[in-house]
Every structure is written in structure tokens, then in C-alpha cells.
């Protein structure tokens, strides 16, 4: 059985903003036949593929240290690449995202009723 993983996608950056990436990773999608594969981002690339991950629905399943790059996490969606279970650990990250993104709202409500007046 193949694995349905998705290892690597790279465009030149003369070619960023021009819609490559998408069409690399929509024919991946096609040939794996799954519009979720196992994928990996590391941490300084992640904000890069945030509209994709939304677009598919991919699931955070696992965040490792140092797989590819010492020091420098992995954030793996629709699967796992260790045999660990991370689902309390994740729900920590994700009680704090809330918790961050709650605060932020606050602040742009607030600064909104002031800015009305």
C-alpha cells in the first residue's frame, strides 16, 4: 500500500504569487487520490500554506522537534510521523491559539468602539 504523503513541494521564488504551488500540490492531491495526505510544514514556513490547510480542512495531528532541521518544529496535518500520541499536548496549543486569538478580537472590538465615538 502507498503511502499518501506529500514530501516536498519547492517553487523557485521567481515564480511565487503566480499560482505554481497550488497547481503542484492539486495534481499531488489528484495522483494520491486524498485531499488529505499526510503533509508537513516546518514552523518559519507554516503562515505560507495557512489558506491551503483552511481550504482542505487538515487536520493538526502532530508536532515534532527536529525531524528535518535541528531545532526548528514540524507541524504534520492528517497523520503522524512518530507513534506518539499528541492529542493532549495539541490540545494545550490549541486552548492557548484560542485563548491568543480571543484576546486579539478584544482588542480590535474595543479599539473599534473607541475609534466610533
Known amino acids: ?19 505554481v ?3 503542484l500540490l492539486e495534481e ?4 494520491l487520490e ?4 499526510l503533509i508537513t510544514f516546518s514552523e518559519d514556513k507554516l503562515s505560507m500554506f ?3 490547510i483552511e481550504k482542505y480542512d487538515w487536520q493538526l495531528t502532530e508536532i515534532v522537534n527536529s525531524v528535518y532541521n535541528d531545532g526548528v518544529k514540524e507541524y504534520c496535518f492528517n497523520g503522524q510521523l512518530t507513534n506518539k ?5 495539541l490540545l494545550i496549543i490549541l486552548k492557548e491559539l484560542k485563548k491568543v486569538a480571543m484576546e486579539k478580537l478584544e482588542s480590535t472590538d474595543t ?7
Open 34 to 37: 486524498t485531499t488529505k495526505p
Open 50 to 52: 495557512a489558506k491551503i
Open 1 to 19: 500500500m502507498m503511502k499518501k504523503k506529500i514530501c516536498t513541494i519547492f517553487v523557485d521564488f521567481n515564480y511565487r504569487k503566480h499560482g
Open 28 to 31: 499531488s492531491i489528484k495522483f
Open 111 to 117: 479599539l473599534n468602539k473607541i475609534s466610533k465615538k
Open 21 to 23: 504551488g497550488s497547481l
Open 85 to 89: 500520541d499528541y492529542s493532549q499536548e
